[in-house]
């Protein structure tokens, strides 16, 4: 479950592009925190402030039309991509 002012979204990804996936989030000060939950299946979770989710559904979406994440999950709304 999400912290309270907090959005989930569960990802997945190759594994080996987890690295990428973290630096890229990284350069967008305080968007999101990443989590590994499987690094062997590929599934992360990232966590967002509920002022900030609209922006990290935008980039999880442009990530995902380039082909570095498979599929995105925001927890709760069984929306993504």
Do not use: K, Q
Not at 2 to 28: N, T
């Amino acid at each position: 479950m999400a912290d309270e002012g907090m959005i989930l979204f569960h990802c997945r990804l190759r594994p080996r592009r987890i690295s990428l996936f973290r630096f890229l989030l990284e350069g967008y000060d305080g968007l999101a925190t990443l989590s590994t939950e499987s690094a062997a299946l590929g599934l992360v979770a990232c966590r967002t402030p509920v002022a900030r989710g609209r922006e990290a559904a935008a980039l999880l979406g442009c990530l995902c039309r380039r082909g570095i994440l498979s599929s995105y999950l925001r927890e709760g709304s069984g929306h993504g991509g």
